[in-house]
């Protein structure tokens, strides 16, 4: 059975105060299983960034318990925060922020810097990254020189290039056409059918076939939230594949 990877309790994001107050989340909860491919919809303003942030440690909650990996890190330094990113967390923007001045190869050996990675594992780490997703022969071009697809296949493999165990994508086809969103989406796929989960937000309700679960927000909270597939029949992660496979070997 794939383990709980993220529980999230009572998660209040509060914005102001008195007259100003609101909230983006409001008492959220919500329970991450690994291997899971789940698609968050629902109206602009909702809190699905909010969410997303706040799962990413790129925010923090006004209040509520995040547990990743049976550990509550809501409460603990930025710096620890951003160390466990770095090793856990990858992450896909729908504008892709990749840096400019930089050829795509050094983009994507960018969070291998900050697991430890000496310069020249990083790159040669990135340059398989780049090929797995088609890019190998674009290694030294800047984010500039190539085109929306190409740029965000790049940011792909910027957020797996590390291993992370859970990849966060808002919004990632947001900015292409629907030809580039579908090869952008298989790779996506590909990612997940390796064992990895995923947390995406679309507003293309026609992407939620790639899912296993769909959850509608509203107002900052769930509103529906539907599982597609079976928890027994999520991917595996490779790792206990592996392991399987060995045991059986011994017997
Ligand atoms: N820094 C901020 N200060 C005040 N309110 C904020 C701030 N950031 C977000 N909000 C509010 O929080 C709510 C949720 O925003 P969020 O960006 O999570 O929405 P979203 O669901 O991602 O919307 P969209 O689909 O447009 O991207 C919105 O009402 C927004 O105005
Ligand atoms: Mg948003």
Redo the contacts with the bound molecule.
Sequence with gaps: MNEEIIKITGLT?R??YGDAE?F?LKDFDLTIKRGEFIMIM??????????LNIIGLLDRATSGEYILNDRNIANISSTRQARIRAKKIGFIFQNYNLIDDLPILENVALPLVYIGQPRTVRLKNASEALKRFHLGEKEYYYPWQLSGGQQQRAAIARAIVSNPEIILA??PTGNLDSRTSYIVMDELKKIHEEGNTIVM?T?NPSLTTYATRVIN?LD?QIDTDIKTVDDKNLPQPISVKKKKRSKRRKR
């Design positions: 994001k914005y102001g609101s983006a629902g109206p602009s303003g909702c809190g699905k960034t909010t969410l808002d919004e937000v507003h927000m900052g």
